[in-house]
């Protein structure tokens, strides 16, 4: 359960974006962590979310501007999430509405990080 909401948060954030720049930067699974962390809260109590929380999402939306980019992030969201207890899906599918950042699709549970576009 917990990877499935931290990769639909992830997909709900990644998916939407355009390949734009061809240029691949290097993202750490800390850096995913630490950009999201402040949704933790409202993953796991519904309580929010934070505006702290839509920041964090809207800032890795921007900052992964490039396929690699978003496939790292899926990635590493989709370990982090294995190692996160208690947070519950339904919160996970309402964030990227109640923080304004679109997506394109509804995120399946099993989404395979190598088709992130």
């Known amino acids: 359960m917990a990877s499935s909401a931290l990769l639909k948060l992830l997909c709900a954030v990644l998916t939407c974006m355009v390949v734009a720049v061809p240029h691949v930067e290097a993202l750490s699974c800390n850096q995913v ?5 402040s949704c933790l809260v409202f993953l ?3 309580r929010g979310p934070s505006r702290e929380c839509c920041e964090g999402a809207m800032k890795l939306k921007n900052e992964c501007n490039t396929k690699a980019l978003r496939q790292t992030a899926c990635k590493c969201l989709k370990s982090l999430a294995a190692s996160l207890p208690g947070i519950k899906e339904e919160y996970a ?3 990227p509405a109640l923080c304004k950042v ?8 099993n989404m395979d990080c190598s088709r992130v576009n």
Request: glycine fraction near 6%.
């Open 102 to 109: 679109p997506f394109p699709y509804k995120v399946s549970r």
């Open 44 to 46: 796991r109590s519904g």
């Open 33 to 37: 962590f630490v950009t999201l962390k």
């Open 93 to 95: 599918e309402k964030l």
